[in-house]
Structures are given as C-alpha cells and as structure tokens.
C-alpha cells in the first residue's frame, strides 16, 4: 500500500489572532506544522506528502525550513478558495494509483498519534471511507427556531477529527463534483456519491487549534 497525506494548511488562521497564520505559530520552539508533519513520518516512514499552503506564506515556509533545518515535502499546492478547492489542488499533483491510500488532515492537529493514523489507512487499505471520531463528552442543547432550547443525547453523535482517509481513487472522483456549500470536509464530499461513511476511534488529545487558548493548553512534545 502507497500512502499519501495532503496536509491542508491553506488558511490565514484568523481566529488565532495576531499576523502569523496558526499552521507557523511555535509550540515548545518547534513550528505547528512541522510537529504535524513529523506525526505523519513517524506513522510511515515513506509516506508521501503533499503540503498545501497560501500562496503568500510559500516564501515564509521555506524560511522556517531552513531556520529549523527541516526537510520539507517534496509536493507543495496552493491554497484556494474555500478548503475543497485547497484539497483539490492537492490531489492534482497526486498519481492515479488504484491501490493508493490518501488521507488529508489540518494542518493545525499536529497531537494526532501515530496509533489513529495507522488505524485509519489500515481501514482505507481495504476500500472504506474513514474518518476518526471520539465521544461527545459535553451535554448538547440544540436550538430550535422560536429561540428556545431542547437537550439532545449525546450518545447520539460524535466529534469528528482528521486525518479523513479514503482509496486514493475514491477521493480523486469524489473531488470531481462540482463545488457545494454543504461540503464542509472530506467525508461529506464522499458521501455525496452515496458512499458510506466509516467512524473509527480517534485520539481525544488530536484537537484543531484554532484560538489562543488552545495554543496554552499546549504541552510542548519532542
């Protein structure tokens, strides 16, 4: 099996605050991305990565890189419009390899463990559409239109995480369908193919960063 990840970091990363996109912020002096990277390599060793970032942060990446003395991934996209336009530059530069497995992941979930990672291509290698997901551990309330409030059971959802992991072939069609508002990940555009989807467990600890309140609940790691 060929593994391939397209690590979508293609956002300005606004809610972060600040003029640095969150996917560069450092946590214990080492930038986010490159922490999400390196899961990815310890995952499999010969993975193949492909990068997606704003096209104004190119030049700011490969400073890092040598500011680090980091190997970068040899594929690198810009970023579009909107994320599926982001993951659909991605697999542009991807090979139509039938027996590949693809997984895209954000960029700013560099907690992911290498055990999920393994988990989800291992499912992937044999044709399913997986996305890691953990247990609502909140009570829900939802709001209903006369602006008032109803409890939900909790039992009957899950919080779903990256990397979403498909047969590369699988995806590549999936991306062919013209643009909706109601995509709003990689499973979703799967399944509008009427493919179903496979939940699998994912690691609690594997949250997408997204305010400066998660950056200090960061515990810097090697």
């Given at each position: ?13 606004l ?15 080492v ?49 579009g ?7 659909q ?53 939802q ?80």
């Open positions: 099996m060929k593994a391939y990840v397209i690590i979508v970091a293609g956002g300005k990363g809610r972060m605050g600040g003029d640095v996109p969150k996917q560069f912020l450092p946590i214990g002096g930038p986010v991305l490159m922490r999400t990277i390196s899961v990815f390599r310890r995952a499999f060793g010969d993975i193949g990565i492909v990068l997606v970032l704003p096209a104004d942060a190119l030049d700011y990446w490969q400073m890092l890189c040598e500011k680090h003395s980091f190997c970068s991934p040899s594929m690198i996209a810009t970023g419009p909107t994320r599926f336009h982001s993951v530059n991605g697999l542009a530069l991807l090979p139509d390899d039938a027996d590949a497995v693809v997984g895209v992941h954000d960029a700013a979930r560099p907690f992911v463990s290498t055990e999920t990672i393994r988990r989800c291509y291992a499912a992937a290698a044999e044709g399913k559409a997986v996305v890691p997901v953990v247990p609502v551990v909140e009570t829900l309330r709001i209903l239109p006369d602006g008032k409030s109803t409890t939900r059971s909790r039992s009957e959802y899950r919080l779903v995480q990256t990397p979403q992991t498909f047969p590369l072939a699988m995806l590549k069609e999936a991306y062919r369908q013209p643009f909706s508002e109601a995509f709003t990940d990689d499973a979703s555009v799967v399944e509008a193919m009427g493919t179903d989807i496979m939940m699998i467990d994912g690691n609690r600890e594997n949250i997408k960063l997204t305010t400066p309140a998660d950056l200090k609940l960061c515990i810097p790691t090697t």
